[in-house]
């Protein structure tokens, strides 16, 4: 197995990688420095990723994929894993992550290089995506579920990355606790789903899924069926702000106006551009 398969699984943790590196900017180790190296150091973490996921990808390309499992925790019957899927679908939606992920934080430097919390923005940045790059190559609903709880923490404070700004803050509040109702139906049908299934992998689901036992059961009890497709589509449903669960995405489309920046710097307001 080429090694850029064998450690795919280190996608997701430049990102990680990225946010930790900030550190010192965000605490006020490096002051004289200013804060852009915390934000170049992002965009060379997710450069790297990039070049990382674009290489999987030609190697996995019209190969089949590989199945990487990783005991986490096993008490009597319940067994948990992680499971990665590195495929070329996986790779795809990782190249599009990292992608994405560079183009915004090359954007987000000319936007808020006067911002005083640049570090902070760009941990931030790195956090979440590590967290849907681990999504992009899980193969285990428990483990895609533990990164959507990451996701969602990053988005919350992305949103409510401006705290000083009163409609800021309730946007941050509204899209967390919409989020939690997505959370808790999804949590319902990982539960729901461990209880029958001996495992929360998604390759293992489908075969699990397809045995004529389950295909019975359910056949049986179809309103138990129902019911735990609506919870599993809940959680995503919630996070991508669909239809209902999309009534803060107004409240968080606001951008800083040249005063506002010049209020909160933490150099002096007599620079000539305020």
């Given at each position: ?63 089949p994929g ?14 948990l894993t ?21 183009v915004a ?170």
């Open positions: 197995m080429p090694w850029v398969v064998s450690y795919a699984w280190l996608i997701p943790f430049y990102g990680f990688t990225g946010a930790v590196l900030t550190l010192p900017w965000i605490l006020g180790v490096f002051r004289r420095s200013g804060q852009r190296p915390a934000a170049y150091l992002n965009q060379i973490m997710t450069l790297v990723g990039l070049v990382h996921s674009s290489w999987l990808l030609i190697s996995m390309w019209g190969q590989v199945e990487m499992v990783v005991p986490w925790f096993q008490v009597f019957d319940l067994n992680f499971a990665l899927d590195i495929s070329q679908n996986g790779a795809i939606a990782s190249v599009l992550v990292c992608g994405i992920s560079l934080q090359i954007y987000g430097l000319g936007s808020m290089e006067t911002d005083w919390s640049l570090a902070r923005f760009y941990a931030l940045m790195g956090f979440f995506e590590g967290a849907i790059g681990g999504i992009a190559l899980s193969d285990s609903l428990f483990l895609s579920y533990g990164l959507l709880e990451l996701l969602t923490l990053s988005t919350y404070l992305l949103v409510g990355f401006w705290y000083t700004q009163p409609l800021v803050v309730l946007a941050a509040r509204d899209a967390f606790w919409t989020k939690r109702v997505g959370d808790l139906f999804l949590l319902m049908g990982v539960v729901a789903l461990s209880s029958l299934s001996e495992s929360l992998n998604f390759s293992d689901l489908q075969q699990w899924a397809a045995t004529p036992e389950t295909q019975a059961y359910f056949a049986d009890h179809p309103w138990y069926g129902t019911l735990l497709g609506l919870a599993l589509i809940a959680g995503p449903v919630g996070k991508c702000a669909q239809f209902p669960l999309n009534l803060w995405l107004d409240e968080a489309m606001e951008v800083r106006t040249q005063r506002q920046f010049c209020e909160t710097r933490w150099w002096s307001v007599a620079e000539p551009m305020c």
